[in-house]
């Protein structure tokens, strides 16, 4: 017989959308679990994205979670565009005043796991075969095993934070929900190594190479990013290739102030929009890559879950506190609204900055167009910062 329990908010998935629902709930007084079907070193260890914008870290602020990211992150106020050597900038903070702040995906987790665990309430480990039961009654719950051992859940409601492959989307029936989604057709060669960035600022590159990202995780960890087919194999990319076709897109005036260094992890990572809906079905809520994916060249993914996050606990608050469920029942349209702005930005972004078709074709030619047009025009740029720093809220 499974071992019963009972909280408010059942959450699966630990990862930051989870953990900080679970945060900004308790400072509401709401109880919750969060189940998690790895284990505490393998989610701090993993490596994502490393840009939030301001929306992003005023939940991190409201969630009392943001004294280490205002010490150690790096704020930006721009980012440089560089199209075969030519570079532009895009003032940020001066066409919106708002900024962005590059602090490590892995930093935000181990913040937000540090506070649940100094008393906001358990996380379980290693919770398996997690399933979701009774979505459209009054109690919904969650089964699952730890050590062998079952377990039972009931729930007043149910968040789905658990990722792309978790059971929370799986658990939505067929009938009634829709799936929309983007392959492309190349692949990003990622690179972390403990050198100093080559510049203050991200810099993105178009090149008749491929594409190039210069991003960081500090002052002294920089993260790279190339355009790369999907067939390649990692083994084919020792660190000396990825260093010299680093330098060859970023051009003569990036590439002396590329510091090499060993690899402390490389990956190849295929790229793809993806948006499911509906976002709420009965009192399950999906939230972050459980609901949606984008490229990673918006930077967007951590912060669409952050704002998935705003709305959800919002209305949990206004329902557990004034017995008002507009929140929550609209909550699946208003997410999904900011989500196709998002991912409308991350396809263009993508699109725009990739090698994706013959010199001097019409389409590529097209391409060099939009940027020329980015590069001249303040209003332009202005579309490209809001999108950036992020849609309101």
Known sequence: MA???????????????????????????????????RSRAYVEARVRAGVLEQGTVGLLE?????????????????????????????????LTGKAVTVYGQSEVTRD??????????????????VELHDLEGDRPRLRYRVDGVEHELAC?????????????????????????????????????????????????????????????????????????????????????????????????????HITTGPALEKSITALHSFVFLPMRHGRLFLAG??????????????????????????????HYRRNDGALLAAYGETAAARVWKAERFSWWLTLAMHKLHPEHSFEAEMQRAEIDYLASSRAAQTVFAENYVGLPF
Not at 289 to 318: C, F, M, Q, W
């Open 3 to 37: 071992r019963q329990q009972r909280t408010q908010v059942g959450i699966v998935g630990a990862g930051p959308a989870g953990l900080l629902l679970a945060r900004l709930l308790k400072t509401c007084g709401i109880e919750s679990v969060i189940l998690e079907a």
């Open 62 to 94: 409201q969630a009392g979670v943001a004294e280490r990211l205002h010490r150690e992150g790096l704020v930006h106020g721009g980012v440089e565009l560089a199209v075969d050597g030519r570079r532009f900038r895009i003032d940020l903070a001066g």
């Open 112 to 129: 937000l796991i540090a506070a649940r665990l100094a008393g906001d309430g358990p996380i379980v480990w290693e919770a398996a075969d």
């Open 156 to 256: 007043d409601f149910i968040a789905g934070c658990d990722g792309f492959h978790g059971a929370s989307r799986a658990s939505v029936p067929a009938a009634g929900s829709r799936s929309f989604e983007r392959a492309y057709p190349f692949g990003w060669l990622g690179i972390l190594a403990d050198v100093p960035p080559c510049s203050d600022e991200l810099i993105y590159a178009s090149h008749g190479r491929g594409f190039a990202l210069a991003s960081m995780r500090s002052r002294t960890r920089s993260r790279y990013y190339i355009q790369c087919s999907l067939d390649e194999k990692i083994e084919e990319w020792p660190d000396d290739r990825i260093w010299e076709e680093l330098k060859n897109r970023f051009g003569p005036d990036v590439a002396p």
């Open 289 to 318: 890559d459980a609901a949606h994916i984008v490229p990673p060249t918006g930077a967007k993914g951590l912060n669409l879950a952050a704002s998935d996050i705003h709305y959800l606990s919002r209305a949990l608050e206004a």
